[in-house]
DNA sequence: GGGAATTCTCTTACTGGCTAAGATGTTCCA
DNA sequence: TGGAACATCTTAGCCAGTAAGAGAATTCCC
């Protein structure tokens, strides 16, 4: 790896604070257009980018939430129309959360606008630079992970 | 602007949506290692991102709380070290908040963490390479905060 | 200049979500 | 089969949030 400047770093840096902060003002504005607390709405975002239907103990973890609270959680989004509870067949202790809702990208003028935004952002670039972009995400997002977050 | 494919258009708000999901648990993390709410730091985020410090009731609009919840925050925070209040000399109805703590980033491992995962990702870039993803990082931030948070 | 209206923060009463602990229902295994 | 372990839900109590209004300072306007 070769020198980094320090005058570099700081910039970055200041692009990855803004970039976080812009994050956090997102989700608020997503979770006021769905009708949800920020809680509900992370925890309908995490069963949303799962694999599969996530157990009420999954989020529970996933969230940092105790399992009394999901219950609540998953009462709210259940009235509210975004995800069904099913009983798990295999394991009938267990509560499946299925999200209900297609494609949570049709829901409001945030992700719209975010969409939007990305396409205008993208447009600016040719395919060379694309491409580095794309790394880039790619290596931020899986070493952010892997350094900071999965510890 | 030219074409924009639909699989790429795809990846990149896939890259997004992890971005995103990964900064709420790095906040999560910071307040936790900070011994604040993710409220309260937020609120601390705020004040310290913003150019000189911040009126109470200016944190109430940024964050989005009542003027009455911040009085609650700043309590909390003040408290426990990490601001100050000081009455405008100029309007003497204003509370000031004055962040205390030099840098933020000497904060905990959460952010120490951070900044070896950036210097990590960018190690692998050279220098034209940086250029783009730094005009990237520029222009997302910008369009971002124009088209999906001002508005 | 002076009284009224406005502005800013704080206080109060009340609501609602969170935690901790235990209840209920299910599965695993000796 | 019976008991231990597990997953979720329920309950009680607490704490942070809102809304409304009080108190203090400033600005407006005659």
Redesign the interface.
């Known amino acids: 790896?070769?020198h980094?400047e320090p005058e570099?770093?700081e910039?970055?840096?200041w692009?990855?604070?803004?970039?976080?902060?812009?994050?956090?003002?997102?989700?608020?504005?997503v979770a006021e257009q769905m009708g949800l607390s920020?809680t509900d709405e992370?925890c309908l975002?995490?069963a949303m980018?799962a694999d599969g239907p996530l157990t009420a103990g999954r989020i529970a973890e996933l969230s940092?939430l105790s399992t009394g609270a999901v219950t609540g959680v998953i009462d709210r989004l259940e009235r509210a129309g975004y995800v069904r509870r099913v009983r798990d067949p295999h394991d009938r202790r267990k509560v499946l959360v299925e999200v209900t809702v297609g494609d949570v990208?049709k829901f409001g003028a945030?992700f719209e606008?975010?969409?939007?935004?990305?396409?205008?952002?993208?447009?600016?670039?040719?395919d060379a630079?694309?491409e580095?972009?794309?790394?880039?995400?790619?290596?931020?997002?899986g070493?952010?992970?892997k350094?900071?977050?999965d510890?």
Chains 1, 2 share one sequence.
């Open positions: 790896m070769f980094m570099v770093l910039r970055f840096t692009y990855m604070r803004e970039q976080s902060a812009l994050t956090v003002m997102f989700h608020a504005r920020a992370k975002d995490l980018r940092g990208d945030p606008k975010a969409r939007d935004s990305l396409v205008e952002v993208l447009g600016h670039f040719d630079e694309l580095v972009i794309e790394r880039y995400l790619q290596l931020q997002i070493t952010f992970r350094r900071v977050i510890t």
